[in-house]
């Protein structure tokens, strides 16, 4: 049987190959680099392994303030006395009259109903900055309303005349704050600001010019008109009311509760609206389009009101087609009779979410266009689990405190480097630092791009896997001497392919990469059976045959043709590594100077001739393809009976120039018949020791036996042997380096051509180089041959794999040329190939 070494041997040859040793420094790098690119994009990675789940994202709940607006709210409009009124901006100048008693109600309730207030240190730091320039401390609504306000009257000064004494904060369930205030003469009133359906609720009346009014049905009609109006402009409206506490009981010593509240909160007088416009980042409405181009939906989820949130989608591109209430109006019939497949588009009010059932979710969520309005950040929760009870991979923003459990749920949490608390950045995955939508967008990108890397480094890692495998397989299967060593794959594992496949992390983005549908999570793993299908049965079938080639090529070429390879070292005496088991191999050749043999031997298969021979104690040098010279002695008496046996066996001369000395008779000279013909002959195979040739065989040109022209047979040491299946070894070695540089362009793209793609990595063509850089030590450096089990081959064998090469590489271009076709045109033909083999 195989002796235990060389099965050990293979053994470790075959895991070896199958083992991707690069692929961790691989994923790393990718990882490193995919921060580092969305850093500079202003999205901070808190979890290296987050960026790669943001390429399967299917679904983003955005938030729609800050996100996808500027988060500069501007008042355009404001409503009092049942009158729209424009404020004075870059397109449009001021109608509203200050002397209006309403007005003034309105602007003393803007005043004192707020937290915002302009940072001191930078009005210190910066005096001459204007009022829009200046930073506010306070949200985004209130520092537009002070920024409005500041701009009439001194806002500090009405706030010192009327210091607050109570009050209520805004909170996301109430959507509504309170302060209650002091005048100069001990009067108290109190003030609300809120969402405007949550404070008409609370109010009976409304100011008007002509005094304080009963708020019937009509007036509530007329308002709501009005408010309606604003809110399909895109505007964020908010309500004002007040109401006068007399005194008693709300004297000087009267203490305001704010949790359990002891002062009213109903039977208010509703003063008016305030507008404020956030328009749309420039760069969101076409981040949208790129979203929905690959194939994700992008959700607003915001707490603004349903009308103002729709108007904004619709700037936004995040709703494009009519809601049922849209049709219905349209063809003039009730929203019930709408053909439910017809929607697109649909906008949710956080009051109808509270009813939800699973079945109203299925409905909603089955629909492209999604708006959730008058939202809290429960209600968000809710809206990713079941996103996510759906499949969707998601991904969602958040500011606030409350925002947290969204962010942890989500599959991707997403808080706002500005605007957001410091609760939602230490509960998200990703942080914009510029609460910017489309940075969300880039890191979309930059997640796809990773994922596409990583499977581009690992097809190019296992594409050789096959190459490598095969000669193991081919080794125990057919017995021919081992293609290549465990050294050499290690080589080409921790060494060749380690800078090209790490190299592969700094690929660009394909141009397609955000045209493509989000990979399927479930399906679409680093690997799968078409990466094996590709990589195995496709390339690494090409490699393998590159590598064989060169081998058999080789050996031909020192003089074992392919056919005698089969068995060779089925007794695994080629080149032993141990010394008993070392044989001399014989060959023997039609005609000296040609390639080809019809038989080849080892002592032990002619052992039948005699018991006594012995592998003859001989040094070996060698050149690259001609005959091998050797030196030594050749008086070993075994090893001349050997010459002798094998001569008489075979009845051809040796291939090396020889003399023979009979009993009582002279030495003869290349006489095979007195040679070879008796047994009490010395034979002295002289030309092995300086390389003399046969003079009887080379000049080949007869036919005749013991005549030249009729063959010879030659003998090669242990020495010769290892020496050309070094050779051969790195001839596979090479072969597979080659291939390996027309196989990373290959898989630099999966869906373009590598035309298309370009040749900017410049890490790549490093990796080639240090890849070149280490074959060649490897091959020609005489230190390392002792250490690697390598030797020098000629030149030539490097060109040996090019057409293999060139195959590889113009069959992959064709294969992308039909996926290409089925994708874009849907091509039949390019669709089965997709199928099949898009990796």
């Known amino acids: 049987g195989t002796p235990i070494l060389s099965n050990i041997v293979s053994c470790i040859g075959i895991i070896v190959a199958n083992i991707p040793e690069g692929l961790l420094a691989t994923v790393t790098v990718s990882l490193t680099l995919a921060a580092k690119r969305l850093a500079r994009k202003k999205v901070l990675v808190k979890k290296l392994e987050c960026v790669e789940t943001l390429g399967s994202t299917t679904t983003i709940c955005s938030d729609k303030t800050g996100t996808l607006t500027q988060n500069r709210m ?27 008693p309403v007005m003034k109600q309105l602007f003393f309730a803007a005043c004192n109903c707020s937290k915002a207030v302009f940072d001191a240190k930078d009005m210190e730091d910066f005096p001459e900055k204007s009022i829009d320039e200046r930073k506010i401390n306070g949200d985004a609504s209130e520092s537009g309303i002070l920024r409005f306000t500041s701009k009439i009257d001194d806002v500090d000064a009405i706030r010192k005349c009327n210091p607050q004494v109570g009050g209520i904060p805004f909170n996301s369930t109430n959507k509504f704050m309170v302060t209650i205030h002091r005048d100069g003469a001990g009067e108290k009133r109190l003030l609300m600001k809120g969402a405007p359906e949550r404070i008409l609720e609370r ?85 949208v389009r790129i979203c929905q181009s690959a194939g994700i939906q992008v959700i607003m989820v915001t707490g603004d009101h349903p009308a103002t949130a729709k ?22 019939i009730h929203v019930d009779a709408v053909d439910c497949s017809e929607v697109k588009a649909i906008v949710v009010a956080g009051s109808e979410i509270k009813e939800f059932e699973e079945a109203d979710w299925d409905r909603v969520l089955r629909h492209e266009q999604i708006v959730f309005a008058r939202t809290s950040p429960q209600q968000k929760l809710i809206i990713v689990e079941n996103c996510q009870r759906l499949g969707k991979i998601v991904a ?65 890692t296992l594409s050789k896997n096959i190459a490598e495998l095969t000669p193991y397989l081919a080794y125990i299967i057919t017995s021919i001497p081992l293609p290549i060593s465990t050294v050499l794959i290690l080589t080409i594992d921790l060494g060749t392919d380690i800078v090209p496949s790490i190299a592969l992390a700094h690929e660009k983005a394909e141009s397609d990469i955000m045209k493509r549908k989000p990979r399927d999570t479930k399906r679409d793993h680093l690997v799968n059976e078409r990466t094996i299908s590709f990589t195995y049965f496709q390339i690494g079938i090409i490699q393998s045959m590159a590598g064989f080639f060169t081998y058999f090529t080789i050996f031909n070429d020192y003089g074992v043709a392919p056919s005698l390879m089969s068995q060779l070292d089925g007794q695994s005496h080629y080149a032993s590594t141990t010394v008993e088991s070392r044989r001399w191999l014989v060959t023997s050749r039609d005609a000296f100077g040609k390639s080809s043999f019809h038989r080849s031997w080892f002592d032990d298969q002619i052992g039948d001739f005699t018991s006594d021979i012995q592998r003859a104690n001989l040094s070996v040098q060698f050149d ?29 001369p040796p291939c090396d120039a020889y003399s023979c000395r009979g009993l009582g008779q002279e030495t003869r ?10 047994r009490n002959t010395t034979i002295n195979l002289f030309g092995i020791n300086d390389g003399s040739i046969n003079p009887g065989v080379e000049a080949a040109d007869k036919n005749t036996r013991g005549q030249p022209g009729f063959g010879c047979f030659e003998l090669w040491s242990y020495d010769q042997q290892w020496e050309v299946q070094k050779r051969a070894q790195v001839g596979f070695f090479v072969s597979i380096v080659v291939t390996q540089y027309f196989n990373v362009n290959v898989v630099k793209t999966r869906v373009l051509s590598i035309f298309q793609q370009g040749f900017s990595n410049i890490w790549l063509l490093f990796g080639i180089v240090v890849e070149t850089f280490i074959a060649v030590g490897l091959t020609y450096i005489p230190p390392l041959h002792s250490a690697f089990g390598t030797a020098s081959i000629s030149g030539l064998y490097w060109l040996a794999p090019v057409p293999f090469a060139v195959y590889l590489f113009v069959y992959d271009e064709i294969r992308k040329f039909w996926l290409r076709k089925g994708i874009y045109n849907n091509n039949k033909f390019g669709l089965w190939v997709h199928r099949f083999s898009y990796w």
């Open 624 to 652: 690259q393809i001609s005959q091998l010279p050797v030196s030594g002695e050749t008086g070993n008496a075994a090893f001349r009976d050997m010459v002798y046996v094998i001569g008489n066996r075979l009845q051809i």
């Open 396 to 460: 969602v923003t958040g500011d606030g405190v409350n925002d947290s459990p969204a962010l942890k749920k989500a599959n991707i949490g997403v808080a706002m480097g500005i605007s957001g608390s410091d609760v939602s950045k230490e509960a998200a995955d990703l942080v914009l630092l510029d609460d910017n939508f489309a940075s969300i967008v880039h890191a979309v990108e930059v997640g796809r791009v990773i994922f596409d890397n990583l499977k581009k480094s690992i097809a190019y």
């Open 74 to 100: 501007t008042v355009v409009h404001l409503m009092y006395d049942n009158q729209i009124y424009t404020t004075k901006t870059a397109t449009q100048e001021a109608s509203f009259d200050l002397e209006s």
């Open 203 to 287: 109010c009976s009346k409304y100011a008007s010019s002509t005094g304080v009014r009963t708020l019937d049905e009509r007036a509530l009609a007329e308002i709501n008109a009005n408010l309606l109006s604003l809110m399909e402009g895109g505007e964020r409206v908010l309500g004002f009311a007040h109401i006068s506490l007399p005194n008693p009981p709300f004297d000087s010593t009267y203490v305001f509760d704010s949790e359990n509240p002891n002062f009213p909160l109903d039977d208010l007088t509703f003063i008016g609206l305030m507008g404020l416009l956030d328009p749309p980042k420039e760069s969101v409405p076409e981040s």
């Open 669 to 678: 000279y290349n006489d095979f018949q007195g040679c070879f013909g008796t």
């Open 311 to 332: 108007s904004i989608a619709k700037q936004v591109h995040i709703i494009d087609d009519p809601t049922v209430e849209e049709i219905a109006a349209q063809r003039n």
